[in-house]
């Protein structure tokens, strides 16, 4: 069995839900979110896991924290899977910053991989810091299932580098609704994607409706 | 609303059971009794969408995998050459152990880069990369928003997916599975195409999930 690595994104919290930059500490997942952390846990507490990765923002752990209570495993934070920092964005809503930084705000739209919200973090930066993480949990597991809970930016970022996508093509490529999660295995010849933002775990009321997965038909 | 493609590898066959290479119109195996019910699981998911139109490769698997829906929803398929699975030439049939013993050296070099080094007499993934972007820029300039079905094979899928991605269409094989009967959905919105799911089957039962697929 090859290195499997799990990929899940953070639960609901008040920012996603009313569509704001987050990348802070000291933020709950709203109600609906805690639902989505304990459905996870539900679908995939018997899955044979070797370790357990966590960005040590609050709401990353608190998306994890169902499946610690009903396996009795521990995790382990790393900064390196922190949320990209959106410095003086925080909080704000994209209407917001375009009006209030723009011409930084279009830099970043146009390349955020070598673009900084401003006062932020580029995606480069967050692409290294997270390939540290990656590169310590391949030289320490050889194999088996490894969950890795991090954010909207910086897992699609990771995916980015795995697959080989232009880190500055991340927002625009993948979608990532909250709780999806994806499964990369290292094989033999690099990276290959089992599955990319399931939400299969979650009940269709808690999915992020788009026209396609029958949400909302 | 914009444009959602749902790109549908077709049902179990003979060939996807064993992973024998498999690709010209003269090698052109029909669905297993497992692959058809496949097809049957995703009528029955998907039949609420509303669709706008089916793009079908000519290959008798697809053709078969489109039906259910097809039926159910009383949409017309058009059957697209561009859409068809590579052709493997000389390898067509052949499992890759005996590829590999029988033809090492080119079997190598198409490892190394199926993008640009054909299995002998056979197609590139340039090629195919080409023709199945004819039928995307087609979909493309004949809708401008609805629920598009594609339905093809899987290296001619995740090729697909590469060039949409913005993957090197030569590591195809390497980065993403693509079992029978998973469907991948791209939206093409606004700043490109936006990738919401990769081989999901979620469509299955636990039965058929669980069926050994090359």
């Known amino acids: 069995m090859p290195l499997r690595l799990y990929l899940l994104r953070n639960a609901e919290t008040e920012y996603c839900r009313t569509r704001r930059y987050c990348s802070r500490e000291h933020v709950s997942l709203t109600e609906r979110g805690q639902q989505m952390a304990d459905f996870f846990a539900k679908t995939y507490y018997q899955l044979d896991w070797k370790a357990l990765f966590c960005s040590p923002l609050n709401h990353a752990v608190e998306t994890l924290q169902p499946l610690c209570q009903s396996t009795g495993l521990d995790f382990e934070c790393r900064d390196g899977l922190r949320e990209l920092s959106f410095g003086k964005w925080e909080g704000m809503s994209p209407a917001e910053v375009n009006t209030a930084f723009h011409d930084d705000y279009i830099r970043w739209l146009a390349d955020p991989a070598w673009n900084s919200p401003t006062q932020g973090e580029k995606g480069m930066q967050v692409a290294r810091r997270s390939s540290d993480v990656l590169a310590e949990i391949e030289d320490t597991y050889p194999d088996g299932n490894v969950l890795i809970v991090s954010h909207k930016a910086t897992l699609r970022i990771m995916l980015c580098t795995l697959l080989g996508v232009d880190v500055g093509r991340y927002r625009d490529r993948l979608a990532m609704p909250v709780t999806s999660l994806s499964l990369v295995e290292l094989m033999d010849y690099g990276p290959f994607v089992r599955r990319f933002s399931d939400c299969n775990h979650l009940p269709l009321h808690l999915r992020r409706p788009w026209a396609g997965n029958g949400s909302d038909g | ?214």
């Open chain 2, 1 to 214: 609303m914009a444009v959602f493609l749902y790109f549908l590898r077709h049902g179990q066959t003979a060939y996807s059971l064993t992973g024998g290479y498999c690709g010209m119109p003269e090698n052109d195996p029909g669905l297993t009794s497992e692959g058809v019910e496949m097809a049957e699981q995703f009528a029955e998911t998907y039949a609420m969408l509303p669709w706008t139109a089916a793009y079908v490769s000519p290959l008798r698997r697809a053709v078969e995998t489109a039906k259910p829906l097809c039926q159910r929803v009383g949409m017309e398929m058009q059957l697209r050459d561009g859409l068809r699975e590579v052709m493997y030439g000389r390898w067509e049939g052949m499992h890759p152990t005996a590829v590999d013993r029988e033809h090492h050296d080119e079997y190598v070099a198409w490892l190394t880069d199926p993008a640009w080094y054909a299995p002998v007499g056979g197609e590139r993934a340039v090629d195919i990369a080409r023709r199945s972007a004819q039928v995307l820029d087609e979909i493309e300039h004949t809708h401008n928003t609805g629920h598009i079905l594609v339905v093809s094979h899987k290296a001619t899928i995740r090729i697909m997916l590469c060039t949409l991605l913005g993957i090197d269409v030569g590591r195809y094989r390497d980065r993403m599975d693509m079992p029978v009967a998973a469907v991948s959905v791209v939206e093409l919105a606004k700043r490109g195409p936006l990738f919401h799911t990769i081989a999901d089957r979620s469509h299955l039962s636990d039965t058929l999930r669980s069926l050994p697929s090359t």
